[in-house]
C-alpha cells in the first residue's frame, strides 16, 4: 500500500515532467490544472520546488526549471562511466577522420546525446545533449534497437505503430524484426540524410557484457562529405569504438 506521503512527493516531482521545449514556463494554477490538483497545494509544490533550487521564479506568475539542475547535470558528466570511457576514443577519432563524434545513450525508452567532440568541418544539429531523439529515425537509435532482444523489440513495436509507420519501417512484425536483424548482423547503421536533410552518420552500439544496450557512438558529417570519405574505414573505426567503449565499460 502506498504512503499518502510517498504518493505526495511522487505528484509533487511530476511538476518536473511538465516542462519540455513546447512548455519552458508554467504558473503554479496551470500546474494544479494539470496535475488535477488544488491551486494551494500547487503553490506548496512550487514553493518547495523553489527552495530545492528546482524551480525558479519567471516572468510573472510564471517558474521555469531551476539552477540545481544546471548543478546536477554536471555531476550526471562527472559520473557517466559510459561518458567517462567514451570521451578518449572520441577524440581519437575526430583527430583520424575530422569528422564529428557523437555519443548517445539509450534511457528508458529514450535516446539521447549526452556529448560530441566536433571535427574539422563541424556540422550543424538540431539535436544535443538532453533533448530527446526519435527512437526510430537515425544511426544512433537504429543501432541501439539492433540490439534489443526480441521480446525488448515486439514491445516497441506494439507500443509505437504510429511513429514506426512515420519513420518508413516495416508495418509488419517479421520485415520489422528482419529489417533490425540485418543492422544487429552489420554491426552498424548507416544514415545518409534519414535524420537530417543534410547530415549524415555512421553508428555503432555500446552495451554491458550481459548484452544490456547502452547506447551508440556515431561518425557523423554532412552529405557531400559523407559522398567522399573512405566509408568502409569510417564504419570500421566506430565499430571498434563500439567495441572498445564496451569493453572498458565491463
Known sequence: MTDKSDSSLVRMLSVLELFDEHRLSWSAEEIADALQVSVPTSYRYVRVLVAAGLLQRAAGPHYTLGPRIIIMDHYIRLGDPMLQHSQPLMKELVEQTGLDCVLSGLYGLQVLDTHRESGSQPVALRYGRGRPRSLFVGAAPKAILSRFTPAQLRKMFDGHAGEITAAGLPAEWKAFRSYFGAI???????????????????????????????????????????????????????????????????
Open 184 to 250: 544487429r548482423k552489420a554491426g552498424h547503421y548507416f544514415s545518409n540524410g534519414e535524420l537530417e536533410p543534410n547530415v549524415a552518420g555512421v553508428a555503432a552500439p555500446i552495451q554491458k557484457t550481459d548484452g544490456t544496450i547502452l547506447g551508440a557512438i556515431s561518425l557523423v558529417t554532412s552529405v557531400q562529405r559523407m559522398a567522399i570519405v573512405d566509408l568502409p574505414k569510417i564504419v570500421a573505426l566506430v565499430m571498434r569504438a563500439g567495441r572498445e567503449i564496451s569493453a572498458r565499460i565491463r
